[in-house]
T-cell receptor, first 115, second 115 residues
Framework: GENVEQHPSTLSVQEGDSAVIKCTYSDSASNYFPWYKQELGKGPQLIIDIRSNVGEKKDQRIAVTLNKTAKHFSLHITETQPEDSAVYFCAASILIGSYGQNFVFGPGTRLSVLP | EAGVAQSPRYKIIEKRQSVAFWCNPISGHATLYWYQQILGQGPKLLIQFQNNGVVDDSQLPKDRFSAERLKGVDSTLKIQPAKLEDSAVYLC?????????????FGPGTRLLVL
């Protein structure tokens, strides 16, 4: 089955610096890769996603890159702010039946942005 | 638009007792997911419904866990009897459809502590 690894497990950066979180997956059939942000006491919230036919996607300060050959994808946050502090999860889709999907999540990265 | 609702938010029980969690997905969302999130880990899928039918329950410990979505809207997840290792946050999520790259929306979760 699908296995998703995520590094680093913790990351501390100074406000204004960039943060990069990397994930690898094992199932070559995975074709959708969402990233979630989870704040304390809340459920995960989708922040950006990428499909397998795209190599890069950007939304303001957040970008995601995908290398299908190497089976890895990364989250990039630029100009970090204290409110970016949270736990970030990557996920990879797995096919269910002929058209359905669900997801395998990475173990998470705790990002701390220091003022 | 109202989000995914879950109750209770917190529950403390003793081992071997029973517990039930309730989820109300976003209106109109056909797909509903229950996840278990152990402290320091990513969410792990327990069961996935499409309307009132089960799509995937391969990771549900069926000797003690059960779930239903009788009318294709609300869902309940039950644990009977609970074990210490069931201590976790139970997250409910919903998406519009099963197919394609549909965004999952998560509820705030129910934090369960088994003593």
């Amino acid at each position: 089955g699908e296995n998703v690894e995520q590094h680093p497990s913790t990351l501390s950066v100074q406000e204004g610096d960039s943060a990069v979180i990397k994930c690898t997956y094992s199932d070559s059939a995975s074709n959708y890769f969402p990233w979630y942000k989870q704040e304390l006491g809340k459920g995960p919230q989708l922040i950006i996603d990428i499909r397998s036919n795209v190599g890069e996607k950007k939304d303001q300060r957040i970008a995601v890159t995908l290398n299908k050959t190497a089976k890895h994808f990364s989250l990039h946050i630029t100009e970090t702010q204290p409110e970016d502090s949270a736990v970030y999860f990557c996920a990879a889709s797995i096919l269910i039946g002929s058209y359905g999907q669900n997801f395998v999540f990475g173990p998470g990265t705790r990002l701390s942005v220091l003022p | 638009e109202a989000g995914v609702a879950q109750s209770p938010r917190y529950k403390i029980i003793e081992k071997r007792q029973s517990v039930a969690f309730w989820c109300n997905p976003i209106s109109g969302h056909a797909t509903l997911y229950w996840y278990q999130q152990i402290l320091g880990q990513g969410p792990k899928l327990l069961i996935q419904f499409q309307n009132n039918g089960v799509v995937d329950d391969s990771q549900l410990p069926k000797d003690r866990f059960s779930a239903e979505r009788l009318k294709g809207v609300d869902s309940t997840l039950k644990i009977q009897p609970a074990k210490l290792e069931d201590s976790a946050v139970y997250l409910c999520a919903s998406s519009l459809e099963l197919a394609g790259f549909e965004t999952q929306y998560f509820g705030p979760g129910t934090r369960l502590l088994v003593l």
